[in-house]
């Protein structure tokens, strides 16, 4: 099994990553292949929204050249993808967001091609840290990525969240079907 974790924050060391650890670990002891990749310092411009990707078909498509295209390759060799942010005003960070927002040219929904999602084959998961209680900060995130998942076809295993401040309690976790 190939893992993909896309992570969000800007801090190697900060509370997303010392989540992400035991997970990233307990993956390994099962045998996955753990594709970690941090997106703070990767150029990845905005979604310009111009919908060129979504006649290019049976590929990602998208006109923007930069560090995406080697993100798209990572998430279409993985069996799981994984998101991985703390939550800044109830939303993934910039980057994260950004690779969520380019993520469009992977569903041929809205050309002229036939209806195809690449990475269809893909359960998706979502790993974050807080400052406020899980069910009030990370709700609106959780939300957003179970949509993208149900519009796409792809399974949603849920969200691990952790508010900052117990961050090394992992006793006062808020899990969603994703422990």
Not at 26 to 46: D, F, Q, T
Not at 52 to 70: F, I, K, P, S, T
Not at 123 to 134: D, R, S
């Amino acid at each position: 099994m190939r893992v993909c974790i896309l992570m969000g924050s800007p801090k190697p060391n900060g509370n997303t990553a010392k989540l992400c650890k035991p997970f990233i670990h307990e993956l390994e002891l099962h045998k996955a292949e753990v594709e970690y990749i941090p997106l703070h310092g990767k150029n990845v411009a905005s979604c310009i929204g111009c919908m060129r990707c979504q006649d290019v078909e049976g590929e990602y498509g998208c006109v923007l050249q930069d560090d995406m295209q080697a993100i798209v390759q990572n998430i279409l060799r993985a069996d799981a993808l994984v998101y991985a942010t703390p939550i800044y005003t109830w939303q993934a960070t910039p980057p994260l967001k950004a690779v969520m927002d380019r993520m469009f040219g992977l569903n041929k929904f809205y050309g002229r091609l036939p209806r195809e999602t690449l990475n269809k084959t893909k359960a998706v998961g979502l790993i974050t840290t807080c400052g406020y209680a899980p069910e009030y900060a990370a709700d609106l995130l959780d939300e957003a990525v179970k949509r993208w998942c149900k519009h796409s076809g792809i399974p949603y295993v849920g969200m691990y969240a952790v508010r900052d401040d117990n961050i090394d309690d992992l006793a006062a976790k808020r899990c969603h079907g994703f422990c």
